[in-house]
């Protein structure tokens, strides 16, 4: 037994992306999205974006886990380990197929009313984001995505339609994923839409951009931020109860020694990545670092004078993120050199990672919840957070008692921070059900308690099995935390 305290109404869930997850890429009249012309890769051969398919390569998103016509079979198995919610995302493609389109695709507004029924039927609170990677590639060949501002109408034109259909289905929105991620060096086409120069995923790290690119990210940004605010605005005037909340991509980035330089350098690139956004969408604007950044990468940000109101009228009410790692900050480049991180960071050599060189660590959770919380002031909530690992799968299920530890750890992590004092509103696990690797386009890299008979070649029966760990948080949900 735990001594953690979680709160009575916790939100115990978990989390997919339609994109990685649906399949049934031109089912229904969908539309392309930037998500659908990403190939395969794996953690050393990174995911190409190619403009035209590629008919030798494989796009993971084109069939994924099928979850879009076996969504009752897995809404049915979150049902049995007692979800109380299901993140999922709306796929903007699925209601406008181009994203301009000028009259909406009825198919796909009916798709996601049957989910959002069966979620409700099982009494799974839906949390619903707007915009998770599903960017329409039309909008990227019009008008480079989100560098031009008339992509915020095109945007607010969808989320209304959604937020007027399903109203009284649903209550808790997130408006875009890790909204931060272009910040980070990646993202920028999956999240922003903007047609990569190359066929590479990311432009490379934030101080490694040119000034052009890091201008047509602030601005890609701006607008981002500015959809969201009229999203809420708009959604405050269809149902008062509607609860908005950002997303993002939680960066902790711990300084590599105490030398005063590198604590400076971690503290900057925490803020940056971090706060950036956060500041904007729960305080309604910049931080004040803001200018110094925007200097430092030399960027030039485009206002009107009326953006300042639509920001600040159009605040979120709760602040959401992901977690998975941290990182360390170092003003040493042969440090950096020789234990090269994610996210031009350096390894921290009292943490052990996983397979993908993600490195693991629970208390750093503590930290972001408490950290954030002390800034911010509004519920928290952990949208995002498990262990990607390579199962095997036997006799009908797999052991995962390496991810049974590393949820345990994390979870306690959370109690950890409600008893210091933070608010949080609940736990979606990332991947409840195996599904595609937003970052190598592999099955192989897995999250879920559900097992999906599927291969990185796009092989597989799609038969779905539970796994050890499927068992054990059934059991924590059913003892609301206290059993881990
Ligand atoms: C987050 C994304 O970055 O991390 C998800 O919001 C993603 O879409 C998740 O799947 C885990 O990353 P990956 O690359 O292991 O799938």
């Known amino acids: 037994m735990s001594e953690l305290q979680f709160p009575k109404e916790f939100f115990w869930g978990g989390a997919t992306a339609s994109n990685q997850c649906e399949g049934a890429w031109e089912q229904d009249n969908k539309g392309e999205s930037c998500a659908d012309h990403f190939t395969a890769g794996t953690k050393d051969a990174p995911r190409r974006f190619t403009k035209e398919f590629d008919p030798k390569a494989v796009y993971p998103s084109h069939y994924a886990i099928d979850h879009y016509n076996r969504y009752e079979e897995d809404i049915r198995l979150f049902a049995e380990m007692g979800f109380k919610m299901y993140r999922l ?13 000028a009259k909406l695709n009825q198919a796909g507004l009916d798709h996601y009313r049957k989910v959002l029924e069966l979620c409700r039927y099982y009494d799974i609170e839906p949390l619903v984001t707007m915009s998770h990677y599903e960017f329409p590639y039309h909008l990227t060949q019009k008008w480079n995505g989100w560098e031009d501002r008339r992509t915020i109408d095109c945007f607010v034109q969808y989320t209304k339609t959604i937020m007027h259909e399903y109203k009284d289905l649903v209550k808790y929105w997130l408006t875009f994923n890790e909204i931060n991620t272009p910040l980070m060096g990646a993202g920028v086409t999956m999240s922003l839409g903007m047609m990569p120069e190359a066929e590479k995923l990311v432009f490379g790290n934030a101080e490694q951009m040119s000034s052009k690119e890091a201008t047509q990210i602030v601005n890609g ?10 999203t809420v605005i708009e959604g405050r005037k269809i149902n008062p109860d509607f609860e908005f909340g950002c997303m993002i991509a939680s960066n902790i980035v711990y300084p590599y020694t105490c030398k005063p330089a590198d604590v400076l350098a971690a503290w900057k690139q925490q803020q940056r990545t971090n706060f950036y956004c956060g500041d904007v969408m729960v305080r309604g604007e910049y931080a004040s670092f803001t200018e110094a950044y925007h200097k430092d990468l030399q960027a030039t940000l485009e206002t009107l004078p009326e953006d300042a109101d639509v920001l600040q009228a159009g605040t979120v009410d709760f602040y959401s993120f992901s977690y998975y790692m941290s990182g360390c900050a170092t003003t040493d480049e042969e440090v950096l050199r020789k234990n090269k991180n994610v996210f031009s960071t350096a390894k921290n050599p009292y943490l052990e990672a996983s397979e993908w060189g993600w490195q693991i660590d629970p208390e750093g959770l503590r930290y972001y919840l408490n950290e954030t919380y002390s800034r911010y002031r509004v519920p928290l909530f952990i949208v995002e957070n498990g262990l990607g690992a390579r199962d095997e799968f036997v006799d009908g299920t797999v052991h995962d008692e390496y991810r049974i530890d590393y949820l345990r750890k994390h979870i306690t992590a959370v109690g950890e921070a409600i008893a210091d004092g933070a608010v949080v509103l609940g736990y979606t696990m990332w991947g409840c059900i195996d599904i595609v690797s937003a970052s190598t386009g592999e099955m192989s890299k897995r999250y879920g308690f559900i097992y999906v008979d599927m291969d990185d070649e796009g092989e597989g029966t799609l038969n779905r099995y539970r796994k050890d760990s499927f068992y054990w948080y059934k059991n924590v949900i059913a003892s609301n935390g206290a059993q881990l």
């Open 89 to 101: 995302s709306i796929n903007w493609t699925r209601i406008f197929p181009h994203g301009d389109d």
């Open 221 to 230: 940004l701006h607008h981002q931020f500015l959809a969201s605010a009229q």
